[in-house]
């Protein structure tokens, strides 16, 4: 498991094959966990749930709520989480069709439209399939970069003083004895997570 960004009143964890959920949270703990339909829509949480939720329809939540966990669920895909002072969390799932969507885009964009503060975010891109790895036409030898493409649309929605990046340079295929792989595992149910939730102080 790894503590992907070291911050006061935030908690941000991402697993690996040796790491459940469970060893992570507790039974007691609130989580929103989102269907992940590939798609680009954003939910934003501004009500308490009185327990543990997945949404629907949905690859990226937000909220300013403390103690909810944010929970992303990935197996290739690229997993991301935002912290911003004022303070606003958030969860992205970007797979290829979301990331065609812009779903990383648009969930920015509907932020700064929130949250007029210009202190920086800071945005943390979790283990996922590198381009080489990702060939999505093995005849014309065409691969998909998840990391640049959701790149692209981070600095398309901020300016880039607003923002640092985080990465965790790990291939899910590459890195395959570490971590899950739909594609490496033969289409794997298994699939590793992250989460982000501010701690009440």
């Not at 969507?101 to 949250?115: A, V």
């Amino acid at each position: 498991m790894f503590n992907v960004l070291d911050l006061p009143s935030v908690t941000t964890f991402s697993t690996d094959r040796n790491t459940p959920l469970s060893s992570v949270l507790s039974p007691q703990d609130t989580i929103i966990e989102m269907a992940q339909p590939h798609d680009n829509q954003l939910a934003i949480i501004s009500e308490r749930p009185s327990a543990s939720i997945t949404l629907p329809d949905v690859d990226a939540v937000a909220t300013s709520l403390s103690d909810i966990t944010l929970i992303v669920r990935t197996a290739d895909c690229l997993p991301i989480l935002i912290y911003h002072p004022l303070p606003v969390i958030v969860a992205i799932h970007a797979g290829r069709k979301g990331t065609e969507n812009n779903i990383t885009l648009h969930t920015l964009s509907t932020l700064t439209k929130h949250i007029p503060d210009p202190t920086p975010y800071k945005i943390w891109f979790g283990p996922a399939i590198c381009a080489p790895c990702y060939e999505i036409d093995p005849i014309k030898k065409i691969h998909f970069d998840l990391i640049q493409e959701n790149k692209k649309q981070v600095h398309a929605a901020l300016p880039t003083k607003n923002f640092t990046i985080y990465e965790s340079k790990w291939c899910t295929a590459c890195h395959n004895e570490q971590f899950y792989s739909y594609r490496k595992n033969n289409k794997t149910p298994l699939r590793l997570y992250s989460g982000i939730a501010l701690t009440t102080s």
